[in-house]
Every structure is written in structure tokens, then in C-alpha cells.
């Protein structure tokens, strides 16, 4: 089961003591959350974690530290049992934590977001190193995430691209686009399509495909580069190597994405569980 019991004390983040039994298995998962999202994730984050406890050989339960996505990686180091979900998994990353040998969650492929009325100027698809000062086209990203292949890309524009740091990036670059403040933002048109629906937002867009990006984006389990941590990361595999979990993982991902997705995110989880088995 998930429970609440991590503290903040005079802004130093304090973690109640493990369980004497040690069978049992405490991870504090930071990050932002809300009712059905963990960062950017609204793929029932909630359920996958309670899959994971329910497959778990030994007890293993999640607390809560909110967050932001860039805190969280400052504060990881610094404490023995921290997990964070739904992270990209670079060498970079990993020389910070242990990540999961399985995604947990499996994306369609990144899409530039864009107003409806502004589709047209892409007759194909946008590709960001073809991105220059004279355009004048203000596109938005959030701060300290990675975005996998396109890194190298965003990289080299970062000049010209604008940064939001802080929680609910959704929510704010959607009502950035809204006020004309940006004329695009990168991010998954499921995610995206499904915060307007949950929140009712009055508010049509368009997803325009991104050069270079034709695969399901992973995210991976991150867990302390710690003993504890180990022992963490070690569980979460364990318990997602379970048949059971697995057709499950399946179901919610195929239940969460739009029709032309279903597919797609399906046959390559069933493709990375079974190549891995």
C-alpha cells in the first residue's frame, strides 16, 4: 500500500526510520504530484505503484516528498532510500542513481503542441535544428527534463528556446500558449490531451510530429545510488518481472492511450518484457 509519512523540518527533508524487519522495504518517491499524476505522468502512476507493492516479494511501500523535477534530483544523493518515476534513463542519470531494469511507463512519441489555428504553418513535421533567430517562434520546454533523442538538438538551440522551471509544466505552458506568450511547447499530445479533458479546458490544440522521434518514449524507476537503494531497485524489478504485472502494465498503458496508440505502446512493451525474459 502507498502511505503519507515523510516530513519537512526547517526545509531539510527528514525521512521517518526504516522498519526494524528487513523484509521490509520503505522508498520515498519525490517528485510533483496531484490526484492522478506524478510529474508528468497520468498514466494511473497510483495503480502502477500499488502493482508493484501487490507483485513485490517482500514489503515494499512508497511515502511521498513533493517536490519539484528539479529538486528531486538535487535531493536524491542526499538520502539513502529516494525513488523517483517516470524518469529517462541517460549515462549521465545513471552515474546519480540505480534505474529499473523495465520501463514504467511507455509513451507515444514526443510532439510539438501547438494552438489549432496555427497547424498549418507545418506541412509535415517540425524539426528543432531548423530553428533560427529570424523566425521569431517562441517554443517552450521544461526545465531540467530530459527528452531522450532530442537533447543533443535542444542543446544546441538552447538560446533561442525558453525554459520553464516549476511544478504543473502542463498546466502552465498550456495557458502560456493560450495567451500567445509561447507559439509551442514539446511534450506527449496523450498527456497533454488528457489534462484538458480532466480539467475541461475550453481549448483546442494540434500535435505536430517532431523530426527525428518515431519510437514510445521510456521511463524508467531512479532509486538512491545507495545500498538501500540497490535493494529498492532490485524489488521493483523483481516485482515487475511478475506475469501478473506485466499484462497489467499493458492494460493501463493501452486504456490510457488514443486509438492510433494503443498498439503501437502495447506490442513494444510486450517486445521489452519478452526480450528481457
Known amino acids: 500500500m502507498t502511505t503519507f509519512n515523510s516530513l519537512i523540518i526547517g ?3 527528514s525521512i521517518l526510520p526504516f522498519v526494524a524487519n528487513s523484509a521490509e522495504l520503505e522508498a520515498v518517491l519525490l517528485g510533483e504530484f496531484s490526484n492522478n499524476s506524478i510529474d508528468v505522468t497520468q498514466m494511473k502512476p497510483m495503480a502502477v505503484l500499488d502493482l508493484l507493492t501487490q507483485n513485490s516479494q517482500q514489503d515494499l511501500t512508497f511515502t511521498f516528498q513533493e517536490m519539484s523535477m528539479t ?4 535531493e536524491m544523493p542526499k538520502l539513502e ?7 529517462v534513463k541517460t549515462p549521465a542519470r545513471e552515474e546519480m542513481g540505480y534505474f529499473s531494469q523495465y520501463p514504467i511507463t511507455l509513451y507515444p512519441p514526443l510532439r510539438l503542441i501547438v494552438r489549432s489555428e496555427d497547424a498549418k504553418h507545418y506541412s509535415t513535421d517540425f524539426d528543432i535544428s531548423s530553428i533560427q533567430a529570424s523566425q521569431q517562434m ?5 526545465k531540467n527534463r530530459s527528452y ?15 525554459f520553464r522551471d516549476g511544478p504543473n509544466s502542463v498546466e502552465k505552458l ?17 498527456t497533454v490531451n488528457a489534462y484538458i ?3 475541461r479546458v475550453g481549448y483546442e490544440i494540434k500535435s505536430i510530429p517532431i523530426k527525428g522521434v518515431s519510437k514510445p518514449s521510456p521511463g524508467y524507476m531512479v532509486c538512491s545510488k545507495t545500498d538501500y537503494g540497490l535493494q529498492l531497485i532490485n524489488a521493483i524489478d523483481k516485482a515487475m518481472s511478475q506475469a501478473s504485472f506485466q499484462q497489467a502494465l499493458i492494460s493501463i498503458h493501452q486504456e490510457f492511450a488514443s486509438v492510433e496508440d494503443k498498439s503501437l505502446l502495447g506490442d513494444e512493451l510486450i517486445m521489452i518484457f519478452e526480450h528481457s525474459n
Open 138 to 142: 517562441r517554443y517552450a520546454l521544461a
Open 81 to 87: 532510500n529516494a525513488c523517483m518515476y517516470n524518469k
Open 197 to 199: 479533458s480532466e480539467h
Open 11 to 13: 526545509g531539510v527533508i
Open 71 to 74: 529538486r528531486g534530483w538535487m
Open 174 to 190: 498550456l495557458e502560456m500558449l493560450s495567451l500567445n506568450r509561447i507559439d509551442g511547447f514539446i511534450e506527449y499530445a496523450d
Open 148 to 162: 531522450g533523442v532530442l537533447d543533443a538538438q535542444i542543446a544546441n538551440k538552447k538560446q533561442l528556446l525558453f
